[in-house]
């Protein structure tokens, strides 16, 4: 069985696609990445929820999408659920 921290792992990893998914609209992740140095593979892997981005990318992400990173961290926390915490409880 996974452990607590896997599974809080696996829902920020959803929010993070949630949110790209959301943000990037009808922009292709080929063109997306294409835009902002950012390789599809790696857009793919973040919207499918299986890998966990580095922060520079998240930089990158928050550009692409016209959004400073703390706006960006703001619309990755809709996908999260109500009161969500990492840490232990």
């Known amino acids: 069985m996974r452990n607590m921290q896997d599974v809080k ?3 920020i990893f959803e929010a993070i ?3 790209i998914k959301r943000l990037r609209g009808n922009k ?3 063109m997306l990445g294409a835009e902002y140095d950012i ?3 790696v857009l ?3 919207e499918r929820a299986v890998k966990d981005p580095q922060l520079t990318t998240l930089f990158k992400l ?3 999408f016209g ?3 703390s706006e960006f961290m703001q619309e990755l926390e809709k996908e999260l659920p109500k009161n969500f ?3 232990e409880e």
């Open 9 to 11: 792992k696996k829902i």
């Open 17 to 19: 696609a949630k949110t």
């Open 28 to 30: 292709s992740q080929f």
């Open 39 to 41: 390789p599809s593979s």
């Open 44 to 46: 793919s892997d973040l």
């Open 62 to 64: 928050s550009e692409a």
């Open 67 to 69: 959004l400073s990173i």
């Open 85 to 87: 915490s990492v840490s």
